[in-house]
């Protein structure tokens, strides 16, 4: 049975406004909306546990999403993470409201499947980067979950970190028995030192290892293996969107080429969520074994790739990507790895 997982990390609103194109204004040369309805959906870490969920449908065990809320907002967080419970009950959220704190929304407005606008409304946070205030309201939310006892346990502990204060705090990673995936945001590369995997896209890897200025996927790769020797960290996944994931470990670099679908893409919101999303699924298949750790963690993340690959092609409001992950495993792919796992 695969181990639990358990998401630590910051929550945002994700809505969207569907609409059909009825002309041009007269105004502007915009397009105006007609028959427009809207949908709010967990976004962040939340989108990322909803996929962990569709992953593990088939060989459920528990998923727990642990994320900092505000007052304001705590009700409409329950009640959207309760819709998904009803569809996978083996999800578990685990909040704490904490003084102050806001959500960040996400609007965007679709017609069919076409992005014509996004709105996002940040609000004033004292609770982003390295504050105090992040610090410590991060450390409570470990503390609720008892992080400290699972990750000596055969778990999977993902930190999705979107600098609103819920990953404000890395824990000591000794004696460690569970695997450790990061996605990470601004913080400096040493904050996250022990973990298992990062999984940054070029720009966030970038911020965290300026030394990086190659586009070239193999020497980001060489790059990002030389990250993983300096903090002991056992790999970096840089995300390459098209162009696939340049990984490195502190023994190897290599390219890893996208998964190529043969539907158009979509939408690339939550590309990354899918791919780290992937590597958590396989790791907690996988015993924390240190002898098998790299072979593991690459096989995590080609799969992980593939989800990107089917994610992006897949509308926010349908079930396609439930659908299509079926598909590979069942019709599109003779590959062990994921007729094993999906």
Request: net charge neutral; proline share 6%.
């Amino acid at each position: 049975m695969p181990a639990n997982i358990y998401v630590i990390g910051d929550l945002i609103l994700d809505q969207y406004s569907y609409g059909q194109v009825s002309g041009l204004s007269a105004e502007a040369p915009v397009p105006v909306l007609k028959n427009i309805t809207t949908q709010d959906y967990l976004g962040g870490a939340g989108n990322l546990t909803e996929i962990l969920a569709i992953l593990s449908f088939s060989n459920p065990s528990p998923v727990h999403l642990a994320s900092l809320v505000g007052q304001s907002a705590e009700y409409s967080i329950s009640r959207l993470f309760e819709g998904l419970q009803k569809r996978y009950p083996y999800l578990h959220l685990h909040t704490l409201v904490a003084p102050d704190y806001a959500i960040s929304i996400k609007h965007r407005v679709m017609s069919g499947n076409y992005l014509l606008a996004r709105m996002d409304f940040e609000p004033p946070s004292s609770y982003l980067s390295l504050s105090l205030t992040s610090r410590d309201a991060a450390i409570e939310l470990q503390k609720e979950i008892g992080l400290s006892n699972l990750i000596r346990q055969e778990n999977v502990i993902v930190f999705s970190d979107y600098d609103k204060g819920s990953c404000g705090a890395f824990p000591s990673v000794e004696q460690k028995r569970s695997w450790v995936i990061v996605d990470p945001k601004h913080k400096p590369i040493g904050f996250y030192k022990g973990a298992d995997i990062l999984t940054p896209n070029l720009n966030e890897f970038r911020i965290i290892h300026p030394h990086t200025t190659t586009d070239v996927p193999i020497e980001i790769a060489v790059e990002a293996s030389r990250a993983c020797q300096k903090y002991d960290i056992g790999a970096i996944a840089v995300t390459l969107g098209e162009r696939g994931v340049a990984l490195g470990t502190a023994d190897s670099s290599e390219h890893i080429s996208p998964y190529v679908s043969s539907k158009p893409v979509i939408d690339v919101t939550g590309a990354g969520d899918s791919i780290t999303a992937g590597i958590a699924y396989i790791l907690s298949c996988r015993p924390y074994v240190q002898a098998s750790k790299q072979n593991a963690i690459k096989e995590a993340v080609t799969f992980g790739n593939a989800c990107a690959g089917i994610y992006v092609t897949s509308p926010r409001n349908s079930n396609q990507f439930e659908q299509d992950v079926k598909d590979v495993q069942n019709t599109k792919t003779k590959n062990s790895t994921y007729k094993r796992v999906l």
